[in-house]
Structures are given as structure tokens and as C-alpha cells.
């Protein structure tokens, strides 16, 4: 059976119930039908009465005619309820259920009911019997478990009610944070004047006194407010007459008396589908006008000078020129126009080199560059320019610019290139020189050598008759050996330090010990003059290259010897001061005159007053090259037949120090 629509027999609703007993049996059944206590009925298609007995009348209290034209439901109140296309499959089944009377009594019934097929019919027999006294059983059940259910539902309403409870509590919690750490003021106000919501940025932004009530309907909240701005009139019409039915949104800027400017944004609120207000979003933009007006006005100034100066100026925004100023136009031969509209700029800018300036600080604003141009007949120019990126400076629609400031330096570049070339040649001709002085230096060594050996083998052969005679001969020969043997070892040594062959090696030395035993060395050599060393420190221990300081005190102590009366002290100070490692040495020679001292470090220039006394003229050149190879400074200080002080200043690098007062 389908229960959709109730059918129990495949045939019409209109059939007839056609018995193939005898009559007599017919008349029997019928006779007994209608004597049994119980209703008895049968149901066709779409459970339609197809037969009721006298009880099935008296229980319904319709007449056998009323109950023929009517199907079960139309009496079986839980007809629904009861699954009617299970009876072909179980056969036969019993359950209860609530009739309506005619006369609206409703009533329990326990009905019993059969599937029957008989000549491919096909229909349902039924014994229903009154259960009235259980009717309230049944009532009180079903509302206990429709009141159960209820209970049950509510249970899981409320549940899902405390859930969205919460889960609103959070977004309520999380908005009003929001709203709180937001640097915009806010604030939402209905078309009757109450105030919905603010956060107390906007109380802050405006600076709004506790006692006020924040209320259109308040005339001191809204004095409050025009006594503020510079222009009342426009914010009372946007915020106080704006109406109910207004679904605009407007943008707005507001300068207050006290010179700071709010941007204001008004939007309606919505609330199915009516507008209840208004939520005003007002954000002080007072830095960024002030920031807009500066770079109008830098931008102002840059143009007025970028116009007038003579340097070629250009703004490139990525891989394109915005802006050139007449300069350029000049120097490159192209227009403004030819620049400006779809220029590559590689065609223009042909490569760039960095340069490092002197005491330039590493975070500096400029880069200094030389960059090559191609003009437009071909040539080539160079410029050095000054490099910077404008973030911000200028308005060029919020992207860095980067900023190209150049002279032209072609003329420069070719001089230099000259030069250049010039220096390359000297420097070869000075290589030439050096080895040209080490060859020379080395060929008059052997035969200077052996004059010395033989001097000395004459000076062992020498008669004592004769060696009054002869022996001054001798000494006069040694010396002039050993001055033409100093001669070349200075010679050599200015090659070596012309030709920078010489390697500055510093290394931890202790300079008190050192310059005593260099004294005592040349007290040795040299016995007329007696040398004092005063140290400021007992110990001082600096890094110095000990093989190029060596030669720049024996050069000054040599020269205070040369140059003074025998006999005369020579004296050699050693102390620190201002970071500064200093050596002196003083003596009461014949002295320096102010215009030999200009020039008295100059490779073999000898001074005007030094008449028959020996040298090369290279000692104080090779001094000054190994004092700058120091990084140090060498000074002079003299007066003609006074004496003359040398002072050699060393940059202090300090390993160890122990200092005391001499």
C-alpha cells in the first residue's frame, strides 16, 4: 500500500462488494455482522467505507449512508500517526486511536485490522472496539510527552541562546575594543538626539568637559561645537539638520579656532531596512595639511631654483625623467618635450660611477656620482652630480624620486685623462730613476770597497819613518770612503721610498729601552757631543715599525752633531700629548734660516749657511716620507747661530702603558 495516499485496494472507489456464496449464506453473515457488540467496517482505496455494520453507526453515531460516502480520516483523528502501508506487509496489526463523533465527542478506540485479497481485490477488515476510559490515559500521556519535547526544546533554545549570548558578548567586547584603540573618533547618534555610541577618542579630539551632555537636543552641546570651529554654519547642517530620510554620505573638512584641522566622514545607519541615524568617523589630519602645504611650498622652491641655477637637474621617478630643467636642455640638445614623453633613459645616461668624498659622514642625504651622457649629436659629456631620493620631499604622487644634481666636468675629465697619463709616465721614469740610482749605487760600492780594504792593509804597512807624513793621507782617505759610503746608502734608501718600496709594519716596541740603547749606539760612533734623553714615562710600549723609526731619529740626531760646535749637548726628548706619541730633539747649532726652512725638506736641497760641512741633501726628504708613512707630522723650529728643534709627531696606538712623572 502507498501511504501517500492511503490505499488499500487497487480498485475504484465505486466498486461493490459482490458476494459468490449462496444468498442464504449472505443473508447469515450479514444478520451475524450486525448483532456483534463491536464496530466492524471495511476500507477500499484511499481507506474509503466500502461496509459498516450497526455498531460501527451507533459508535460513530453517523447513519450506514453518512459513513458509506466518507473514508476513515475523516473520523480518525490520529489517522496520520499510524503507518497504514505496513498492512500488506504484516498482514494483520492493532493499535488505538481517536475517533470524533458526529456530534464532536472524541473517543478511544482499539482497532484491529486485517489485510484481505480476494479475486485480485484487494481491501481491509476491521474490529474496532470504545476504550473511553483510557482516552484521558492517553491525553495525559501525550501531553507529558508533548510537555517533555517542549521542556527539551527549550532546554536547547536556551542552550543556543547562552551560546549566541556569549558569542554576541565577545563581538560586543571585541567591537568596543576595536572602537577604543582605533585613532578615529566615533560616534553614532539617532534622529531624536540620543547618543547610541562613542568611543572616547572623539571625547578627546574635541575636548569635551564631562558636564556636557552629548545630546542634539542639548543648546550647550551644540555651542560647544560651533564655538569651536571656524566655519559653524557648515557643521550644524551637516550634524544637526541633516533629516531622517538623508541616505547620503558625505566628506568634509573642519578647522577648529585653534588651528588644528579634522576630517570628517558621515555615513547613515541602517536598521532593517530604515535609517534610526548617523555615525560620524573624525580623524585630526592637521600634521598631513601642514606636510601638504610644506611640500607645496618646497615644491615652489625647488622649481624657482631648479629654473635659474646653471646645474643640470633631474628628477627620474623609476625608469622615467618627470622633471628637467632648462639646464638640461641645454647641455643634452634634446627639448623638454622629447625628454618627458616616453624617453629611455638609458639613451641618455650612458653609465654611472660613484665617488667617494672626503669626510663624508655614511649616512649622508647626497651620493656623489659621475655620470656619462650622450647628447643628442652623439657627443659624449660628464657631469658630477650630486644623488638623492626624495621620499616625501616632493609630491610626485606619493613614490620616491630620485634627485640628480650635476656640473659639466668634460673639460676636467680630459685634463685629468692627461694628467693621468702624464703621472703614469713620471711614475715610469721614476721607477727608471730608482733602478738607474740602485745599479750606479751598486757599481761604486765594489770599487769603493776595495779603495777601503787597501786603505786599511796600507795603514798596517806603513813605515814608522814615513807615517807622520803618510798617515794623515790615510785617515783622509777612510773618511771620505765613509762618506761616500753613507752618500749611497742614503741614495738608496730615498730610491727605495720614492718608488714606495718601503712597507709600513708596525708592531708592539718599548720606546724608553729603544731610545737608550740608539744613544748609546751613537755615543760609540760618535764621542764630541754628548746626547741627553729625558722620557716623560719610565716604560711605554706603542705599536711603531722600529726599522723606519730608527732612521728618522738617527737622521735628526746626526744632523744636530753635524750641525753644532763639538762638545755641544744634543738633547732627545720623548713624551705623549693629545693622543700624540712626540720626539724632539734640539741642538745650539748654526741653525736654519726662515727661507731655507720652506724648503728644507725638498729631495737634496741643502741649506745657505752650511759652507764646507758634507751631505746629500736627502736625509730630512727620506724623514718626511717615513714620518707620513706614520700618518704623523715633522715641524721645525729655528734661529740662525741659536740652534734649531725638530719635532716628530706619531699618531698613539697604545699596547701597554706605564706611565710616572720624570
Known amino acids: 500500500m502507498n501511504s501517500g495516499d ?24 450479514h444478520l451475524l455482522i450486525n448483532q456483534a457488540v463491536d464496530a466492524a467496517f471495511c476500507l477500499g482505496a484511499n481507506a474509503q467505507f466500502l461496509y459498516v455494520n450497526d455498531a460501527t453507526c451507533l459508535m460513530t453515531e453517523y447513519s450506514c449512508e453518512e459513513l458509506l460516502s466518507m473514508r476513515l480520516d475523516d473520523i ?20 488505538k486511536s481517536r475517533y470524533r463523533a458526529k456530534g464532536g465527542r ?21 474490529f474496532a472496539r470504545e476504550k473511553t476510559d483510557e482516552i484521558v490515559e492517553l491525553s495525559v500521556q501525550k501531553w507529558t510527552d508533548e510537555l517533555r519535547d517542549a521542556q527539551e526544546n527549550l532546554q536547547q533554545e ?64 551644540k555651542a560647544f561645537f560651533e564655538n569651536q570651529l571656524k566655519d559653524p554654519q557648515t557643521f550644524s547642517r551637516l550634524i544637526w539638520e541633516v533629516s531622517s530620510q538623508s541616505d547620503f554620505e558625505s566628506y568634509d573638512i573642519l578647522e577648529l579656532k585653534d588651528g588644528r584641522v579634522f576630517a570628517h566622514y558621515s555615513k547613515p545607519q541602517w536598521l532593517e531596512g530604515k535609517i534610526i541615524g548617523r555615525v560620524w568617523s ?46 638640461v636642455e641645454k647641455l643634452t640638445g634634446y627639448t623638454t618635450e622629447e625628454l618627458l614623453t616616453g624617453f629611455e633613459l638609458r639613451r641618455l645616461i650612458k653609465s654611472k660611477k660613484r665617488r667617494q668624498v672626503r669626510n663624508q659622514p655614511e649616512a649622508g642625504n647626497f651620493e656623489y656620482q659621475e655620470i656619462n651622457i650622450l647628447t643628442k649629436n652623439g657627443t659624449e659629456r660628464w657631469l658630477a652630480c650630486a644623488v638623492a631620493m626624495l621620499d616625501g620631499v616632493l609630491d610626485f604622487g606619493g613614490n620616491p624620486v630620485e634627485l640628480i644634481a650635476g656640473i659639466d666636468i668634460t673639460d676636467y675629465k680630459y685634463a685629468e685623462l692627461g694628467l693621468n697619463q702624464a703621472l ?21 760600492r765594489t770599487p769603493l770597497n776595495i779603495v777601503s780594504f787597501s786603505n786599511s792593509l796600507l795603514k798596517e804597512e806603513v813605515d814608522k819613518r814615513t807615517q807622520k807624513k803618510i798617515q794623515p793621507l790615510l785617515d783622509h782617505i777612510q ?53 741627553h734623553f729625558v722620557s716623560q714615562h719610565k716604560s711605554l710600549t706603542a705599536c711603531i715599525d722600529k726599522k723606519l723609526l730608527e732612521p728618522i731619529l738617527k737622521n735628526l740626531l746626526d744632523n744636530a752633531i753635524k750641525y753644532s760646535p763639538s762638545q755641544m749637548a744634543i738633547d732627545l726628548k720623548l713624551y705623549c700629548k693629545n693622543e700624540k706619541l712626540i720626539f724632539q730633539v734640539k741642538d745650539m747649532g748654526i741653525g736654519i734660516s726662515v727661507t731655507d726652512q720652506q724648503r728644507i725638506f725638498e729631495p737634496f736641497y741643502r741649506g745657505s749657511n752650511i759652507d764646507h760641512i758634507p751631505g746629500t741633501g736627502l736625509g730630512l726628504s727620506i724623514l718626511k716620507t717615513l714620518v707620513d708613512l706614520h700618518h704623523g707630522q715633522v715641524s721645525v723650529e729655528s734661529q740662525i747661530c741659536v740652534g734649531t728643534t725638530f719635532t716628530v709627531m706619531l699618531p698613539l696606538t697604545k699596547s701597554e702603558l706605564s706611565s710616572s712623572e720624570l
Open 424 to 444: 703614469e709616465q713620471a711614475k715610469q721614469l721614476s721607477e727608471l730613476r730608482a733602478r738607474f740610482l740602485s745599479m750606479v749605487c751598486h757599481q761604486f
Open 479 to 531: 773618511k771620505a770612503t765613509e762618506q761616500l759610503s753613507q752618500m749611497l746608502d742614503d741614495i738608496l734608501f730615498f730610491s727605495k721610498t720614492e718608488s714606495a718600496k718601503i712597507n709600513f709594519e708596525p708592531k708592539p716596541l718599548e720606546l724608553v729601552q729603544f731610545c737608550h740603547d740608539l744613544v748609546a749606539q751613537m755615543q760609540m760612533r760618535i764621542s764630541q757631543n754628548p746626547i
Open 6 to 29: 492511503y490505499t488499500l485496494a487497487r480498485s475504484s472507489n465505486q466498486w461493490a462488494l459482490q458476494a459468490e456464496e449462496p444468498e442464504v449464506e449472505m443473508k447469515f453473515a
Open 158 to 221: 536556551f542552550s543556543q541562546l547562552k551560546t549566541k549570548e556569549v558569542e554576541l558578548e565577545t563581538s560586543l567586547s571585541l567591537l568596543r575594543s576595536t572602537l577604543e584603540s582605533t585613532a578615529i573618533g566615533i560616534v553614532a547618534v539617532n534622529f531624536e538626539g540620543d547618543i547610541l555610541s562613542w568611543n572616547h577618542k572623539f571625547v578627546d579630539m574635541w575636548q569635551i568637559p564631562e558636564s556636557l551632555i552629548l545630546s542634539k537636543k542639548c543648546p550647550r552641546c
Open 282 to 327: 573624525i580623524w585630526d589630519i592637521t600634521e598631513s595639511k601642514q606636510t601638504e602645504k610644506a611640500l607645496r611650498l618646497n615644491a615652489a622652491r625647488f622649481r624657482t631654483l631648479a629654473e635659474t641655477t646653471d646645474a643640470s637637474t633631474f628628477l627620474i621617478q623609476g625608469t622615467r625623467l618627470c622633471y628637467i630643467n632648462p639646464a
Open 106 to 126: 472524541i473517543f478511544l478506540v482499539e482497532i484491529s485490522i486485517s489485510y484481505v485479497k480476494h479475486q485480485n481485490m484487494e481491501f481491509g477488515c476491521a
Open 76 to 95: 480518525d483523528i490520529d489517522f496520520s500517526l499510524h503507518n497504514w502501508s505496513d498492512i500488506s506487509s504484516q498482514g494483520s496489526f492493532t493499535f
